[in-house]
């Protein structure tokens, strides 16, 4: 059995600035310049869109890449792409699932902060986008670092497509859902249990006998 401990936070709901900050991030587009590394890792994924003529399908924070190949086996015409800033989980990878045969997947090391814009300029729309179990940051002075929270928020708007957000910490959905609604979307948080565990945070937190939440928002 996994023991994972529950998230514990100084904050007991929604958080009380969270309305404003949205509403902030909406209305001014986030500016920082990209890095060198953050446009060639885009060029490389542009590189292999260009090669597929088909739905695309992003799952950010794809850690050890596990819901990357999950996805692109249920989604045999789409591209899955799967993001994460951390060589050390994606070299896990190809140690975890050796000699796969799915094809139509792609991991690429990444900063989501830079990347989800850099997409926005070239124009993609997703298909679906995926983003399982990103870093809570529960404590209240986070709430900046949190994805709705952040000034990235528009550009995961912008992207489009189906979009499904998963946690173990339910204000996080919450805050997501509520985040959603302000930009003019219908989003509520739902709790779940999956059938089957498709990334190895949601098996440990399953394992735990954690409760395991969701937000799903159709974008367009
Ligand atoms: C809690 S883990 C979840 C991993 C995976 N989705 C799972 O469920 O097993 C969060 C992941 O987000 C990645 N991450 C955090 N900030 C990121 C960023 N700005 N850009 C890309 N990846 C990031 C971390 O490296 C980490 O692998």
Not at 99 to 117: E, M, P, S, T
Not at 190 to 217: D, M, N
Request: aromatic letters at 10%; proline letters at 6%.
């Amino acid at each position: 059995m996994n023991n994972s401990r529950i998230i514990s936070s100084n904050q007991q709901g929604v958080h009380d600035k969270l309305d404003t900050i949205v509403r902030r991030h909406l209305k001014s587009p986030f500016r920082r310049p990209f890095p060198d590394y953050s446009l060639r890792a885009f060029e490389q994924a542009q590189q292999v869109v260009a090669q597929h003529r088909g739905p695309l399908i992003l799952d950010s924070f794809c850690g050890v890449g596990e819901s990357t190949i999950n996805i692109a086996k249920t989604h045999p015409e789409a591209l899955v792409i799967g993001i994460d800033k951390s060589s050390h989980r994606l070299d896990k990878h190809r140690q975890h699932f050796p000699n796969n045969d799915v094809q139509n997947y792609y991991l690429l090391q990444a900063d989501i902060d830079d990347f989800w814009r850099l997409a926005v300029a070239d124009g993609w729309r997703l298909q679906q986008h995926f983003l399982l179990y990103p870093n809570p940051w529960p404590k209240a002075a986070q709430l900046k670092r949190r994805v709705h929270g952040s000034p990235l928020f528009p550009a995961l708007i912008q992207l489009g497509g189906k979009i499904e957000l998963r946690s173990n910490w339910p204000i996080y959905v919450e805050e997501f859902a509520q985040a959603l609604s302000i930009a003019g979307f219908k989003a509520t948080a739902h709790v779940y249990t999956p059938a089957r565990s498709i990334t190895p945070f949601e098996r440990k937190y399953s394992e735990s006998g954690q409760k395991l939440w969701y937000c799903q928002c159709q974008l367009d």
